[in-house]
T-cell receptor, first 115, second 112 residues
Framework: SAVISQKPSRDICQRGTSLTIQCQVD?????MFWYRQQPGQSLTLIAT?????????ESGFVIDKFPISRPNLTFSTLTVSNMSPEDSSIYLC????????????FGPGTRLLVL | SQQGEEDPQALSIQEGENATMNCSYK?????LQWYRQNSGRGLVHLIL?????REKHSGRLRVTLDTSKKSSSLLITASRAADTASYFC????????????FGTGTRLQVTL
């Protein structure tokens, strides 16, 4: 199974600032995903990070607010831009368990509080 | 919204009892999966059932799927305090095999 780490594990930020979250996998993977989990809620997919191409965003999420990088097959970043208190959430990255697989491995999450 | 609904939202049982949680979804699916999340941390995959399957077992877990009713249930038998967590169903939908749509989740509390 893939081991996924995220940095930072948590942060407290001021409104109007931006935070970049890193996701590192211990093996090469095809698909990487970014999710948001608002307090007490379920997970909502933000975007799929594709290596060598632009990320694919879900409805309601835009690149200007959540720019994503995927420079190689083991690493991705998600930036939360111009933050407001409504952005306070847990942000999780995940990867496909293998090429074409249907299950995902998840990172431990980044807990973000925006004041 | 494509998101599934789970019930109950919260469930409290004593150690040794069985826990049953239900999931309903809206679209055609390739598969349905259950994940566990401890204290707002990362999710752990528990079990996957395909759309052409009706029941699946893994250890103390039993999952059923009724595609005619667009619903699934997860049964945890002989629960333990360590089973305390939130449980989410997630569907892999037809045509978008890699993407998962998560349900609202059930918070399970197992007391000694």
């Amino acid at each position: 199974s893939a081991v996924i780490s995220q940095k930072p594990s948590r942060d407290i930020c001021q409104r109007g600032t931006s935070l970049t979250i890193q996701c590192q996998v211990d093996s090469q993977v095809t698909m990487m995903f970014w999710y948001r989990q608002q307090p007490g809620q379920s997970l909502t997919l933000i975007a799929t990070a594709n290596q060598g191409s632009e990320a694919t965003y879900e409805s309601g999420f835009v690149i200007d607010k959540f720019p994503i990088s995927r420079p190689n097959l083991t690493f991705s970043t998600l930036t939360v831009s111009n933050m407001s208190p409504e952005d306070s959430s847990i942000y999780l990255c995940s990867v496909d368990s293998s090429i074409g697989a249907e299950t995902q491995y998840f990172g431990p999450g980044t807990r973000l509080l925006v004041l | 919204s494509q998101q599934g609904e789970e019930d109950p939202q919260a469930l409290s049982i004593q150690e040794g009892e069985n826990a049953t949680m239900n999931c309903s979804y809206k679209t055609s699916i390739n598969n349905l999966q259950w994940y566990r999340q401890n204290s707002g941390r990362g999710l752990v995959h528990l079990i996957l059932i395909r759309s052409n399957e009706r029941e699946k077992h893994s250890g103390r877990l039993r999952v059923t799927l009724d595609t005619s009713k667009k619903s699934s249930s997860l049964l945890i038998t002989a629960s333990r305090a360590a089973d305390t967590a939130s449980y989410f169903c997630a569907t892999g939908n037809t045509g978008t095999a890699s993407k998962l749509t998560f349900g609202t989740g059930t918070r399970l509390q197992v007391t000694l």
